[in-house]
């Protein structure tokens, strides 16, 4: 047996051995905690993850090593599940069929706090709090992420918006909650509620809604399909789009600079567009610059590095690292192999997913991720997985 046989084998013996731990702890716990008692022992809680990563396969969650990318755990989980940071350093939001689910990465554990509800969508974090928005009901839930680990479902806002609809939700430091505005058929727009929920500003000139992004100084934005709107300081600003149709879905953020980094898509009719710009929006000077990288991305391939640099994921297989300020593609780091978005939103595709200096990249394909340091544009860390991992998130305090 050659050595990347004998090393697949040995991987997969312990992915099995590891689902087999989770089935047994879900459907065997009492039985377990009778025996603990009978024989004077007691179960050990599972060794903490240092800076965990998780990671989606067809069936369930692996837990990872944030350092040396080990996987930790398996956990068995049906349906289409998507992860992002709760905002903390321990737990992760698992969205699953039926609701938003607390994942305590670092304990390797998936907690019983729920928000239940049909289409779990968009999962914010900013100032201090995490937001969750539900699709199917129209439902916003804002927490402070520091209050799961008391094991308990935190206390916190709700609110819901007057239909339901495919949204997002985003509290600033002040109380204020913008939150979308529109139907199942349509959306037009944001407004913003003050800590008691009532109205103080509405703005219906933002078609198709969609995405939120921060920046500096709190200007946040939510992207149009005719450009994208701003909210600071009490009023909404929109900076329309150079093209009569001109897309911006999802947008990136960062505390340190007053741009944000966002899609661009113009052609309406397509069944899927692989655009080869993204959009640059100062928040500041209320401008929007377009940015050609020469190759396409998808919508899992926008971040911010640490130094607000933004980064774009090509399919060319490259990190695009691009100067906020001026638009200039500084450099391309080497990533993965070329590769072709899929025309299903829900297919595994190289997912771009930052954490500091390091920015972890899923190869699909290959069933690997790599960790690679932004500073030197190097690989340090390298896995192979027993399945293909889809979405990729990992812990995050704060913002």
């Known amino acids: 047996m050659n050595k990347s046989i004998r090393s697949r084998a040995l991987m997969g013996a312990a992915l099995a051995l590891a689902v087999s731990t989770v089935l047994t702890a879900c459907g065997e716990g009492d039985s377990s905690s009778a025996d603990a008692k009978a024989d004077g022992t007691t179960s050990a809680p599972a060794a903490a993850v240092k800076n965990p990563l998780v990671a989606t396969f067809d069936g369930g969650l692996y837990i990872l090593d944030g350092e040396s990318l080990k996987l930790a755990k398996a956990i068995e989980l049906p349906g289409f599940n998507r992860v992002n940071p709760a905002g903390d350093e321990d737990h992760v939001i698992v969205s699953t069929d039926s609701g938003f689910r607390v994942l305590n990465a670092t304990g390797q554990t998936l907690t019983d706090i729920e928000y239940k509800g049909v289409k779990p969508g968009h999962v914010v974090r900013h100032a201090g709090n995490t937001v969750l928005f539900t699709d199917g009901?129209?439902?916003?839930?804002?927490?402070?992420?520091?209050?799961?680990?008391?094991?308990?479902?935190?206390?916190?806002?709700?609110?819901?918006?007057?239909?339901?609809?495919?949204?997002?939700?985003?509290?600033?430091?002040?109380?204020?909650?913008?939150?979308?505005?529109?139907?199942?058929?349509?959306r037009t727009g944001a407004l913003v509620l003050d800590e008691n929920n009532k109205e103080i500003a509405r703005n219906e000139n933002c078609p198709g809604v969609h995405g939120e992004a921060a920046a500096k100084t709190e200007a946040v934005a939510v992207g149009c399909e005719d450009g994208i709107l701003i909210y600071k300081d009490g009023k909404f600003t929109k900076?329309?789009?150079?093209?009569?149709?001109?897309?911006?879905?999802?947008?990136?953020?960062?505390?340190?600079?007053?741009?944000?980094?966002?899609?661009?898509?113009?052609?309406?009719?397509?069944?899927?567009?692989?655009?080869?710009?993204?959009?640059?929006?100062?928040?500041?000077?209320?401008?929007?610059?377009?940015?050609?990288?020469?190759?396409?991305?998808?919508?899992?391939?926008?971040?911010?590095?640490?130094?607000?640099?933004?980064?774009?994921?090509?399919?060319?297989?490259?990190?695009?690292?691009?100067?906020?300020?001026?638009?200039?593609?500084?450099?391309?780091?080497?990533?993965?192999?070329?590769?072709?978005?899929?025309?299903?939103?829900?297919?595994?595709?190289?997912?771009?997913?930052?954490?500091?200096?390091?920015?972890?990249?899923s190869d699909p394909g290959k069933k690997a991720l790599h960790a690679i340091d932004l500073d030197t544009g190097k690989k340090t860390t390298s896995v192979t997985l027993p399945d293909s991992i889809n979405e990729l998130s990992g812990v995050v305090a704060g913002h």
């Open 239 to 361: 900076i329309d789009a150079p093209d009569d149709y001109g897309r911006i879905g999802n947008q990136a953020g960062s505390d340190t600079s007053p741009i944000l980094l966002g899609d661009y898509k113009t052609d309406p009719e397509a069944e899927l567009e692989r655009p080869t710009r993204v959009s640059l929006i100062d928040t500041e000077k209320k401008k929007l610059r377009l940015v050609d990288l020469g190759t396409s991305y998808s919508f899992r391939s926008l971040a911010r590095g640490p130094h607000g640099e933004a980064l774009v994921l090509g399919t060319d297989g490259a990190i695009h690292v691009i100067d906020q300020n001026t638009g200039k593609i500084e450099k391309k780091i080497p990533a993965v192999g070329e590769w072709q978005e899929p025309l299903d939103w829900q297919q595994a595709r190289p997912t771009l997913f930052v954490r500091d200096h390091t920015a972890y990249v």
């Open 137 to 186: 009901t129209g439902e916003v839930n804002v927490f402070d992420p520091a209050d799961l680990g008391r094991g308990k479902k935190p206390e916190g806002r709700t609110y819901t918006s007057a239909e339901a609809h495919h949204g997002v939700a985003i509290e600033l430091a002040n109380g204020e909650l913008l939150s979308t505005l529109g139907t199942e058929e349509k």
